[in-house]
């Protein structure tokens, strides 16, 4: 053998490997090798194959492991897990992308097949829609009928049989404590005689309620209601927000849903889950022998979750759509919110108050956290880059817990029913959410995460008092250049606890974001808010725009385009445009700086919030659907 050639052989054998290519198609089989021309059939098979070969120490996971997923819908029949051995390093990467050109989607849906018109007259449906109906059977999922709350036909979604059906809304008549009970005029009841699987969606100052309804008792022209447990006693004992009788707007408002007598205009459905079948109202335009037609039937599509001693790190996904997620709880217990969409598990008024933290303080409260279509806990350096979160029954993207150095950025987040994206600890289920958050561990926190170049719209469309991006307890968080709108009430919401005690957060930025027309059914809101002590957070060079008017609001002038909320301490909130100085500090600790914000800051800085150039066409995609 030559020199030359020797010396060719070591530089080949020297040279850095490729990284290792895994194919995915609709098409494919997982019998197949994963080559893009023999591509296996699902994203399980092919995180399986990766997994492997990290465990084998393979040559080619050198620059990384890439898992290509080309165009077409994967339907998931369980959650799409990333575990500690799926994680991959600075310099071997795991990264799932789309196919160039490619748009996958990973579904938690199933369809809903074999439609027909209904033939025979239907028990309770209004007289406009019995010659209009289309029935089909529920899916079935393990031999038993599909539960779910959300339809998409043709990608859109269809309204759950309501009324009314505009934002002329009936309001509560009285609210009985004592009972549990609350009484309405007879007349919103849309000729309802029995409460079946009926619910009242009960609109209260920053939050609304879905109770299940138990009885109903019409007394001439007003009716007595009553409702399921647990969510009756949650409803009445705890106090915020709280119902309002004769307030300066008004009582609260409330419309009723789910229902057959409900089902009276195109676009509207109802689910009979005692006969396993769904109705459905034709749009103009729809032909239900060939839409497709899409139920909800996991409610997290994509989780990755380590331990803070092997967290998941340097997982990327680029390019994916999330979509068509579920969540059954409020079908199941109700949905009493305490504030952007975490949940009352228990809450009440103290006959004494006084708390450890707080000696003033009326109530405690614990919560939940509703769940989302992707989850990401106890993970480090992972990346979304232009993927979409779209057609979620709860939230679209969290990260819970023990999270660092992440990115998401370029994503899309549209029609999604609670949170856009939430971040970090909101209390866990066991503690009193208005006490500090301070672990031993402070691995558990939420840190250097990067929210940057998102579009977030219609999002909250189920649990109006859910917002854009909630964060909770982080710390060096950075919120930059999203834009957020049509939100029913908050556009971002920072901090957690209701408390000016010294807890993790601090060093946080929210800037250059680009916030209008929020709070389309809520008040007591802005399009930055902040609760809790944050030494060292910047809110500065946003722009906020285009507050909501509905009519049913708690007081109709009780919205701000900036608020600092109680606790808020430390913070410094400077030069961000809003057409007028409409702020609210209220209940504050020491240390904000208020600087210049208002319609006098400069044209500049209002034209360059939001989505940066590289990133405005995320609007037209949008658009399109």
């Not at 309405?184 to 309804?213: D, F, S, T, Y």
């Not at 309002?244 to 676009?267: C, H, M, V």
């Not at 803070?308 to 579920?326: C, E, H, I, N, R």
């Not at 709860?394 to 971040?423: E, K, P, W």
Request: proline content about 6%.
């Amino acid at each position: 053998m030559t020199r030359s050639l020797l010396i060719a052989l070591s530089l080949l054998a020297a040279a850095p490997a490729h990284a290792a290519d895994i194919w995915v198609a609709p098409t494919g089989s997982d019998r197949n090798p994963g080559t893009q021309a023999q591509p296996l059939a699902t994203p399980n098979a092919a995180l399986r194959h990766a997994r492997n070969l990290r465990r084998l120490h393979d040559a080619s996971v050198t620059g990384g492991v890439h898992i290509w997923l080309k165009g077409g819908e994967y339907q998931l029949a369980e959650t799409w897990f990333f575990r500690p051995e799926d994680a991959g390093t600075a310099d071997s990467p795991t990264v799932v992308a789309a196919a160039p050109g490619e748009r996958p989607v990973l579904s938690g849906g199933v369809s809903v097949a074999g439609w027909h018109k209904a033939a025979s007259k239907i028990a309770g449906l209004p007289a406009a829609a019995q010659s209009q109906v289309w029935v089909a059977a529920a899916p079935l999922l393990g031999g038993r009928a599909l539960d779910f709350r959300q339809l998409w036909v043709n990608g859109y979604k269809a309204t759950r049989a309501r009324t009314p059906n505009n934002d002329n809304l009936p309001r509560l008549l009285t609210w009985d404590t004592d009972k549990r009970e609350t009484t309405v005029p007879a007349a919103a009841l849309g000729g309802i005689k029995q409460p079946g699987q009926l619910e009242m969606v009960l609109h209260q100052m920053w939050a609304v309620n879905v109770l299940r309804v138990k009885t109903l008792a019409v007394q001439g022209d007003k009716a007595r209601v009553t409702f399921q447990e647990p969510e009756s006693r949650i409803q009445f004992e705890h106090p915020w927000p709280r119902p309002i009788i004769n307030g300066k707007n008004g009582s609260s408002a409330f419309y009723l849903t789910n229902a057959i007598e409900l089902l009276d205009q195109p676009g509207e459905w109802f689910y009979d889950a005692p006969h396993g079948q769904v109705y459905y109202w034709p749009r103009s335009g729809e032909n239900l022998a060939t839409a497709q037609v899409v139920a909800p039937a996991l409610e997290t599509v994509v989780r990755v979750a380590g331990t803070l001693d092997q967290p998941v790190g340097y997982v990327q996904f680029k390019g994916l759509t999330f979509a068509y997620t579920t969540w059954l709880r409020p079908s199941e217990q109700g949905h009493v919110p305490l504030q952007a969409g975490m949940y009352l598990l228990d809450g009440y008024s103290l006959a004494k108050p006084g708390t450890p933290d707080k000696a003033g303080l009326e109530n405690q409260a614990w919560i939940g956290r509703p769940p989302a279509g992707v989850e990401m806990q106890a993970v480090d350096h992972t990346r979304f880059e232009r993927c979409q979160f779209l057609h979620m029954g709860a939230t679209g993207l969290d990260y819970q817990s023990g999270t660092h150095d992440d990115v998401i950025t370029g994503c899309t987040f549209r029609d999604v029913a609670v949170n856009g994206m939430q971040i970090g600890k909101f209390s866990d289920e066991s503690v009193e959410t208005h006490l500090p958050y301070n672990p031993k561990d402070e691995r558990e926190i939420c840190t250097n995460e990067l929210i940057e170049n998102n579009l977030i719209t219609d999002c909250g469309n189920e649990d109006w008092g859910a917002v854009g991006i909630a964060a909770g307890f982080v710390r060096s968080t950075t919120i930059r250049h999203n834009e957020v709108s049509q939100v029913p009430y908050t556009g971002i919401s920072l901090g957690w606890g209701w408390t000016k005690t010294a807890n993790v957060m601090r060093d946080n930025r929210v800037l250059a974001n680009y916030v209008h027309h929020y709070a389309q059914h809520t008040y007591d809101v802005a399009g930055v808010y902040t609760l809790s002590a944050q030494p060292g957070t910047l809110i500065s060079e946003n722009r906020v725009d285009e507050i909501g008017r509905a009519p049913y609001v708690h007081d109709p002038d009780h919205w701000f385009y900036l608020y600092l909320d109680e606790g808020s301490s430390n913070i410094t909130v400077q030069d961000n445009w809003c057409p007028a100085e409409k702020f609210l500090a209220n209940a504050n600790g020491p240390g904000n700086v208020w600087k210049n914000n208002g319609p006098m800051v400069s044209e500049a800085i209002k034209q360059a919030a939001g989505l940066e150039a590289a990133y405005q066409d995320l609007k037209k995609v949008s658009a399109q659907k």
